[in-house]
DNA sequence: TTGTAGGCGTTATCAT
DNA sequence: ATGATAACGCCTACAA
């Protein structure tokens, strides 16, 4: 049914009212093409008479452009998803580039039931290109994608790296942000370095392992796996992976944790056993939300430019658009932007100096 | 430019394909109308077989519906708006209305530069539907939601009231909501009350303001202005106006602060000055975000049901399009949905009982 | 500088 | 149960 209940002001109208052609009124309202300005004035004057706004929906369809950037995002009912800083900084980045190159931003939620499937958005021409957000390196994830460079279809993968692919990408170097991080602890004193990682189907995960690893090795320190922990980002898995720190506590000097969330759970664990400060492992995080400046003690943690990313990876995309030449190489030689993050360092990281509040 | 490599299968090489007409494919497509099975399965065959999709864009076209719901945020550059607590939650509730009724999320940055007007979304047709968040009580804001009420288009306010207006509205009642956390605080024996708030702008500025002034009244606590403040939501404001209540500290034994971020501001400040805890104001923030949960010492804080908000304004608004008796009367009498707040207890509010972590 | 007219891919109505 | 066809509102190549 028509959810309206007015009368919308058509081109045609709004010719006859000027007493000009169809076109000229479409040429006046594009700003193309030579006019005599006092035809253009009588345009303006009659559209806005009759309250004329060109039709987006029909000049996208005559232009076969919809004029929306997509940006998929996982889907998990109620899982509150913006509230995840990764997410809503991204999407305040995407968001500002893409009003100033004229675009909407239209939200597609990925959904966990059905096999993943993006091209539809093309091919229903819902997007003229497509932001991908919180991608796991899984196979219909994969094929899915595969599916969308073969058709060359404008498509940017954030945050993850497809190892073996070469997908267009704006990712952040996470095996450098966590060396530093661990480096950073061992030149702490600590020998005895707790990861808590995400899954590893994320490539961020996998690569802060790799980080880990490396400056494990660096600092002659060996890896023991019972050091290893997973989570999946959220507070609650990291307050339960801290009961599996348990027993290791007293020799665990340090720990890595893969976002800022996951440490805050940890440490309100450590703050239930009643752990003395002085005596909690030093820790750094990751992400550097704006958490982490704020619990007790302050937590290091490694800065990710998500904002950054998230307007580098839309300006890119749509730059595309009107750029043929880049069109032509996007996929063969696909652009991978590699963002620096960077590590911050506060109490919890320290020596035994915390306030103690 | 043409954005995309590749070519999209159209209805009229489906129908040649499977040697039926146009129409029939359009029918089997969108299961209207009686019909072969063999016929429907035939057509079905040769859409998967072509890798059609129907034309979103020429459906919103020939329908003369977008498809989308809007959604309105306020714009400020580099203002990492999703990172408020308040637009994510919001954000994810109506993203989850809008999925299951099978419409598309449009995202609209309102501009703090040009005059608002919200019309020409709808008159360029870019949205069905559009839900306004983060709207200020201001004359050119007022007007422009005038002119959505008087053309009929389908709107709704969301979380503000325009008092003397009738927009359709989906609200929570702050001014219970501050009267009972104030009413908490004066039960746990404060007289002295702050209250740090933030733009009277928000009609839920103004609904705390009631609230508060409400319980003084009720606990026979009369109003000093100088125990006013006013912040603007960030947790730099919270910050700066404790510098403001230096001197009255001593006195100011209660403390209500409009939202948590700002809350935080403050208690970084009272930790900056080495307040031991058992001397702070008892405190009473509101939002109950993630991090109220997290600080030193916990935030008692109202709950607002932000998720619960977003998915039922969607909901309402998008059942206006499948109810023409509904839409009849969406403007006579216009929707005024009214959640339901909640105080939610901690330590900050609580007895010399701080956990002195 | 402006007008004419064909086309875009659907939907929906009317025949058959 | 299916086919033919007129809209839908705009863009744009071409004609004048």
Not at 44 to 64: C, D, H, I, Q, T
Request: charged share 25%.
């Amino acid at each position: 049914m028509e959810m309206s209940g007015y009368l919308i002001a058509t081109r045609k109208e709004v010719a006859e009212f000027a007493g000009v052609s169809e076109a000229t009124v479409s040429r006046v309202m594009n700003g193309v093409g030579p006019m005599k300005e006092e035809t253009r004035s009588k345009v303006l004057r009659a559209a806005e008479k009759l309250g004329y706004v060109p039709s987006a929906l029909a000049r996208s369809f005559a232009r076969n452009r919809s004029g929306n950037l997509g940006v998929v995002l996982p889907y998990i009912p109620k899982a509150r998803l913006f509230s995840s800083y990764y997410f809503s900084e991204m999407l305040s980045g995407i968001g500002s580039a893409v009003r100033e190159q004229g675009y909407d931003l239209l939200l597609l939620f990925r959904s966990e039931q059905e096999p993943q499937e993006y091209e539809s958005f093309f091919l229903a021409q819902k997007v003229d290109a497509l932001i991908i957000l919180g991608s796991r390196d899984e196979p219909g994830e994969r094929e899915a994608i595969r599916k969308l460079k073969e058709a060359r279809h404008p498509f940017l993968v954030v945050n993850q790296h497809f190892k073996g692919e070469s997908f267009p990408e704006v990712d952040v170097d996470h095996v450098e942000g966590s060396r530093q991080a661990v480096t950073h602890l061992i030149q702490q004193g600590c020998s005895h370095i707790g990861f808590l990682n995400g899954p590893l189907t994320y490539s961020n995960s996998a690569d802060r392992l790799s980080g880990y690893q490396k400056a494990l090795a660096e600092g002659d320190l060996h890896l023991d796996s019972s050091y290893l922990f997973e989570g999946n980002f959220s507070r609650r898995s990291g307050y339960e992976a801290a009961e599996k720190m348990r027993e290791l506590l007293p020799e665990m000097d340090g720990l890595f944790v893969s976002n800022d969330r996951m440490a805050i759970g940890v440490l309100q664990k450590f703050r239930e056993w009643q752990i003395p400060e002085e005596k909690y492992p030093k820790i750094v995080a990751y992400d550097d939300s704006d958490a982490a400046e704020i619990t007790v003690p302050p937590l290091s943690s490694v800065r990710v430019p998500f904002y950054e990313m998230g307007m580098i990876a839309a300006n890119k995309l749509l730059q595309i658009g009107n750029d043929a030449e880049l069109f032509r190489t996007w996929f063969d030689e696909p652009v991978r932007e590699l963002l620096q993050a960077e590590l911050i360092v506060r109490a919890s990281s320290r020596g035994n100096t915390h306030v103690n509040n």
